[in-house]
Structures are given as C-alpha cells and as structure tokens.
C-alpha cells in the first residue's frame, strides 16, 4: 500500500544525508496519505546506504499501530503521530540533528528571523519548546515531545503553517510542511541559519 508515498519519503530521508543535516541514522521524515488515515515513516535503526522505499513503515494515525512493514516505525513515531493528529494541514515532518539547530535547541533559544532565506519559509523566529520535566522525560519522551511542540505553538498563539518548524531543547530541529519535500528543505533552513547563511536552502525546489 502507498507505494509512491514510501518512494517519496524514502527519497526525502536519503535527501538530509546529502545536506549533511543527519548522522548516522539520526533523523526522520514521514509523510502521510491522502486521506490522512496512514503515515509512512522511516524505519528505526536502518542504515541510510542500505534503505529503499520497501523498508518505509506504514503506521495508523488513529491508533498508532503499525500496519505494514518489516521494521518498527522510527524511535520518533509517537512525536510525528502527535502533530499530525493536531495540526491537520500538516502533510510531511522531518526530524534532523543538524548541527547549528542542534546548538539552539542545547542553548535553549528561538532562532531569529536574521535573514532572507529564512524569512521565505518562516514568518518569524523559529521558537524553541521548554524543557521537558523529568518525570515527562521518564514517562513517554517521545509523545510528550509532541505535547510541548503543541504547547508552544498553542502558547505562542501563531500558524503553525506561518512557522511550520519548531526546535525541541536539548534536543533539535522538528519542521513540517504541505509537502515532505518542502519540509526537508525548511529543516535544512532550520539547520543551517546561524551558521553559513542558508546556501542550501534555495538549491532544491518543492517536491
Ligand atoms: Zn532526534
């Protein structure tokens, strides 16, 4: 099931190896059906050098459950499942540790809206969440990374489609978009903007 839509997000996820915005397997993108029933994810643990669209997970938005694929769902699941079941626009989330947005999210702060480039895919600064409390660390990291992402943006009181990206702290960069393509590049933007003026981010173009 959902054949292009793995090729899609399999192709998004080997895009941040060559933007240099992932090591490792540390990184994820999904992207999700049409019908917004089902997302596809990128498996957990599987080597970029070796992922092809068959290893892409198909997971259930409703229930959370995985219902095709060989390998569990990326460690981040339950953050994808949480702004998708929120932010109904959302079509495509890309998760990086990419080092300059990394640097935010430890110090704790927005990424300021310094630039051109950054102002062509955010209307603003790029906020950073609160620290998650240890008892919410120790409970279910993954889904209540998804709870203070909402939180902020709910706080916050903005289009989660005007700034459609978020830096968790002591963690990194989440961005989101209509298209997982796009979003790739918004994370890339994320990634790059304190550090060397966004050259990447007008190399690519939606898809
Ligand atoms: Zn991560």
Not at 33 to 48: A, H, L, R, T
Not at 82 to 111: C, D, E, M, P, W
Not at 186 to 194: L, T, Y
Request: with cysteine.
């Amino acid at each position: 099931m959902l054949e292009d839509l793995k090729i899609s997000v399999c192709d998004a996820n080997l895009e941040l190896v060559k933007r240099g915005v992932v090591i490792y397997t540390w990184g994820n993108v999904s992207g999700i059906s049409s019908d917004g029933k089902y997302m596809v994810i990128k498996p957990s643990g599987v080597e970029y050098d070796k992922m092809s669209p068959d290893d892409m997970v198909v997971v259930d938005i409703e229930s959370g459950l995985r219902v095709e694929g060989k390998w569990n769902p990326s460690s981040d699941t339950k953050t994808h499942l949480a702004l998708y079941r929120k932010f109904k626009n959302i079509k495509g989330i890309v998760h990086t540790h990419s080092v300059n947005a990394v640097a935010f999210a430890q110090a704790g702060i927005a990424i300021p809206a310094l630039g051109t480039t950054h102002a062509d895919y955010f209307y603003g600064d790029i906020p950073c969440t609160r620290e998650l409390t240890k008892q919410e660390v120790m409970e279910d990291y993954e889904a209540n990374t998804g709870k203070v992402i909402i939180e902020t943006v709910d706080n916050g009181g903005y289009d989660p489609m005007a700034i459609p990206g978020i830096i968790v702290k002591n963690h990194g960069p989440f961005a989101w978009g209509e298209k997982s393509g796009k979003c790739s590049i918004q994370c890339c933007c994320a990634g790059k903007s304190s550090g060397d003026g966004f050259k990447d981010a007008s190399a690519k173009s939606e898809g």
